[in-house]
T-cell receptor
Framework: EAGVTQFPSHSVIEKGQTVTLRCDPI?????LYWYRRVMGKEIKFLLH????????ESGMPNNRFLAERTGGTYSTLKVQPAELEDSGVYFC?????????????FGQGTRLTVV | DAKTTQPPSMDCAEGRAANLPCNHS???????VYWYRQIHSQGPQYIIH???NNETNEMASLIITEDRKSSTLILPHATLRDTAVYYC???????????FGTGTRLLVSP
């Protein structure tokens, strides 16, 4: 069974440019999450989709970040325009339909560097 | 979610048991204790979770004190590949967001 896959694995962009990160969850997982770790900080929650709906987007840092999950399958996270402080590792995770004690499976992450 | 406290780092000799403590003194009755780890350059990986009973799986054992204010993750025979940052997280049943702290950096040495 394929795990959570993220693309690209690395991205280097200039300040002011746009970058789109993609996450393919495990097949059949309705729940999809985005997290990120910026330099020297802890892993922080960004948002949570249930199918195509945003369940919780309390962690999104500002309106330069836009997450979508059209059709309830893969998700994209767009940063526009990118700033230096957006550099970090962006993780995607997925889990099955909400039941008791569902665990989240994480992807390998996308390392974003804004120069 | 309740706050957790973990030592910043620990060392363990290969083949020995690694015992990673976690304090969660403000845990409430409906909060579970979860453990994840992050091996360098990989995404976090689920290890084990429990509510009040001790739990064991193929990766580790979780010992939760009777008052539930602390727990210990046990890797019975640590290998070099267990070198990672280990996160103890408490969360409400069914509540999906994970709140990561600073974790414990475990170094397993030959």
């Amino acid at each position: 069974e394929a795990g959570v896959t993220q693309f690209p694995s690395h991205s280097v962009i200039e300040k002011g440019q746009t970058v789109t990160l993609r996450c393919d969850p495990i097949s059949g997982h309705d729940n999809l999450y985005w997290y990120r770790r910026v330099m020297g900080k802890e892993i922080k929650f960004l948002l949570h989709f249930v199918k195509e709906s945003k369940q919780d987007e309390s962690g999104m840092p500002n309106n330069r970040f836009l997450a979508e999950r059209t059709g309830g399958t893969y998700s994209t996270l767009k940063v526009q325009p990118a700033e230096l402080e957006d550099s970090g590792v962006y993780f995607c995770a997925s889990s099955q339909v909400l039941t008791e004690n569902t665990e989240a499976f994480f992807g390998q992450g996308t390392r974003l560097t804004v120069v | 979610d309740a706050k957790t406290t973990q030592p910043p780092s620990m060392d363990c000799a290969e083949g020995r048991a690694a015992n990673l403590p976690c304090n969660h003194s403000t845990i409430s009755g409906n909060e579970y204790v979860y453990w994840y780890r992050q091996i360098h350059s990989q995404g976090p990986q689920y290890i084990i979770h429990g509510l009040k009973n001790n739990e064991t799986n193929e990766m580790a054992s979780l010992i939760i004190t009777e008052d539930r204010k602390s727990s210990t993750l046990i890797l019975p025979h640590a290998t070099l590949r267990d070198t990672a940052v280990y996160y103890c997280i408490v969360r409400v049943e069914g509540f999906q967001k994970l709140v990561f702290g600073t974790g414990t950096r475990l170094l397993v040495s030959p």
